[in-house]
């Protein structure tokens, strides 16, 4: 596993935060050290994570003993971490290395149960995915073998660890014995790059917002000599910039990988290494994986460039979902996961997505659930009725009959709570939500009248 027998790579540099730099030997005694501060029994821990060693040692360690990590973000709200608390009834709350004790009861907990990671970005969900130790290391083994990550590659984070694809990078990283340069500067950032050039970084990850922020600063015109490979996950990029990126790698000596995954699979489920031929597509299943098309009857799709459901299958694939302490009692895994994506295969085998089933976005590479933000509105007694893109959140506000909204200070505020960048919220009034003949709101014609100016 990953996360045992860190000292096998002994004095090569397994973490580097500012100054301070660890070998994998020295990570090792920080982990054990850790660990010795930790329950001898199974707790169930909340911890706050961000790209520092306090955080990845504690990681490792709970990991280590066996101790369930529900995975929240540093900067999660105390409303949601209060909610979580509620719900899940932790042990344990760490953060920044501290242990905070909770409570003392012994839970009943499915022993596969290693990692909760939440299903909806920052939406206030409680819903978590819940993964194995198996689900982490068959991701981490995979990501390995179709990445060119060597030992003595430099990546830097541009992720928080809460979040699955930022949390894959580490782990496969570890695995491979490479260095982690931690990071919790924006892939714009001048200090990021600041660190990208002192350090000689190898690799970096980022979604679709990072990179269309980045030519629109002409990154594709860098000079980059170290740049080995780079990738992006987390939602679908115009193709348009992906040839760019594409054509950038190519005159840079690189290597520029398209992937596509879901917390659900621990991250990976696909990965795209021929983009300039292909740079809509999302290529084949990671090893171990298998993908299936599914049509609107659930029967087998055998025919090329006809679209259906994407069904993935492979030893990553979650052990459920929880919503609440009692959830995690016992697991009856599925060998196969309904991605919620339509997608269609080319005659080639490379698979394209083409659709959602479900209502979900990805902006800024955040999974965003539409219906989550409806409820979130709701709340606030607001009538309301969310649709969008991967590139906007588009959201109707039935006009209050007494107090005028103020748009400007919602949208700021949803920008907030949301944890979304308010230009990526286009927040209208409506006079009355249209409904389809079914008495359902018409997400269709509202979609449409959003394209109309305002």
Not at 214 to 231: C, D, E, M, V
Not at 280 to 285: D, K, M, V
Not at 326 to 338: A, H, R, T, W, Y
Request: glycine share 6%; charged share 20%.
């Amino acid at each position: 596993m990953f996360f045992q027998d860190l000292a096998r790579f002994s004095s090569e540099i397994a973490l580097i935060e500012g100054q301070q730099i660890l070998s994998y030997a020295q990570l090792q005694a920080r982990v054990e050290e850790f660990s010795a501060q930790l329950p001898t029994f199974p707790a169930l821990v909340i911890l706050k994570g961000g790209n520092d060693i306090a955080s990845l040692v504690a990681y490792l360690a709970c990991l280590k003993l066996g101790h369930p990590i529900l995975l929240a973000d540093k900067q999660i709200s105390d409303e949601h971490l209060n909610r979580l608390k509620s719900l899940y009834q932790p042990n344990l709350l760490i953060e920044a290395g501290h242990i905070q004790q909770l409570n003392t009861h012994q839970h009943a907990v499915d022993d596969r149960l290693a990692l909760l990671l939440s299903t909806s970005g920052s939406t206030g969900s409680p819903k978590q995915v819940c993964l194995s130790k198996a689900n982490l290391q068959a991701n981490a083994d995979s990501i390995c073998q179709y990445l060119p990550i060597k030992a003595s590659d430099k990546t830097m984070t541009t992720l928080s660890p809460a979040y699955s694809y930022g949390l894959s990078v580490i782990n496969s990283h570890l695995l491979c014995g490479a260095t982690i340069v931690l990071n919790d500067h924006s892939l714009i950032s001048r200090g990021f790059w600041d660190s990208f050039e002192q350090h000689q970084i190898n690799s970096f990850a980022g979604v679709p917002y990072s990179y269309e922020m980045l030519l629109r600063l002409r990154f594709n015109q860098k000079n980059l000599p170290s740049l080995r490979y780079f990738t992006q996950a987390g939602g679908k990029l115009a193709s348009e910039k992906v040839q760019l990126l594409s054509d950038f790698a190519e005159h840079n000596g690189s290597q520029f990988f398209v992937m596509y995954g879901q917390t659900e699979a621990t991250a990976r489920m696909a990965y795209n290494g021929n983009v300039a031929s292909k740079p809509e597509a999302i290529g084949r299943p990671i090893a171990g994986g298998n993908f299936q098309l599914l049509d609107t009857q659930g029967k087998l799709i055998s025919q090329a460039k006809q679209r259906g459901e994407l069904v993935y299958s492979g030893p990553n694939v979650m052990l459920g979902y929880a919503n609440h302490i009692d959830d995690l009692v016992s697991f009856s895994p599925s060998s196969e996961l309904n991605t919620g994506d339509l997608a269609y295969r080319d005659n080639q085998g490379d698979y394209f997505i083409c659709g959602r089933k479900n209502r979900m976005i990805k902006p800024f590479g955040q999974r965003i659930n539409l219906d989550e933000v409806e409820a979130l509105l709701a709340d606030k007694e607001l009538e309301a009725a969310a649709v969008g893109s991967d590139n906007k959140l588009q959201i109707a506000i039935v006009a209050p009959k007494t107090v005028p909204l103020a748009l400007d200070k919602l949208q700021q505020q949803l920008s907030r709570e949301l944890s979304l960048h308010f230009s990526c919220i286009d927040l209208r009034q409506i006079h009355k939500i249209d409904l389809t003949t079914n008495n359902k709101r018409d997400y269709a014609k509202l979609q449409a009248w959003f394209h109309q100016p305002e």
